[in-house]
């Protein structure tokens, strides 16, 4: 079956292995088309069933709901480089735009379910509700959780203090600029990141250490003309 939105989600090193952008940005259709491409025929009945469940009974019950469930055996049941997408689903079928459940999912999961979370939120909240979690994503040094709290919700709602410090963050950790949602929109014209950017290339100078390659990358979008589209938006999403 072939599909004419094909999303790359392919394996790679830690660092370079983060997808979140590519995962945040693709509806639930896409996303479930992409997983019944590639799982087998007992993965798909697994995320069939967890989906129904989900939707059958949304929102959190009790000390932990089926659905919570279904998100910890996500790793067993569609192996490693399926399983985010398949976290996204079962989170948009149960927690919806339900900022408790998400929290609570990310207060008390594994890493991959938090990165489930942050890759959802922009399909479920429109509000900043969910920010506390975009920020504690962003203490960490997990490159794949960096890389899932720097999608589109945190373009939306970080403000620009805090989103700059993101941008620098991935510097620092090595996770591509790509992954940063609505990088070439808030970068352009930003002297302050400019000027951050300029003393973090001379710090790196100073002890001899290489300056790298994407914070010439970011630097240039400081003084490009902004792009035409709003490309931070989940797919189908109106500005």
Not at 124 to 139: F, I, M, Q, T
Not at 146 to 174: E, I, N, S
Request: charged share 25%; proline share 7%.
């Amino acid at each position: 079956m072939n599909h004419p939105h094909t999303i790359d989600m392919g394996t790679g090193t830690p660092a370079s292995d983060t997808r979140g952008t590519t995962l945040a940005l693709s509806p639930p259709a896409e996303l479930r088309a992409h997983l019944d491409d590639r799982l087998t025929a007992a993965a798909r009945a697994w995320l069939d069933q967890a989906l129904d469940e989900a939707a059958a009974n949304p929102g959190t019950h009790g000390p932990i709901s089926v659905w919570e469930l279904r998100l910890a055996e996500a790793g067993r049941r569609c192996r490693g480089e399926h399983a985010d997408a398949a976290r996204i689903l079962i989170l948009h079928a149960a927690a919806r735009a339900d900022p408790a459940a998400l929290t609570r999912v990310y207060v008390q999961g594994t890493a991959a379910e938090r990165r489930a979370v942050l890759h959802a939120l922009p399909h479920l909240l429109s509000g900043p509700e969910a920010l506390p979690l975009v920020e504690d994503a962003l203490r960490t040094n997990d490159t794949r959780l960096l890389a899932a709290a720097v999608g589109p919700y945190a373009a939306r709602h970080l403000d620009a203090h805090q989103w700059r410090h993101a941008v620098l963050k991935c510097l620092f950790t090595g996770v591509p600029v790509s992954e940063v949602a609505g990088l070439e929109r808030r970068a352009h014209a930003d002297a302050e990141l400019a000027r951050m950017l300029g003393d973090y290339a001379a710090e790196r100078t100073a002890a001899d250490r290489p300056v790298p390659a994407d914070l010439y990358r970011v630097l240039a979008l400081t003084e490009s003309t902004p792009p035409q589209r709003d490309t931070d938006r989940p797919h189908g999403e109106e500005a």
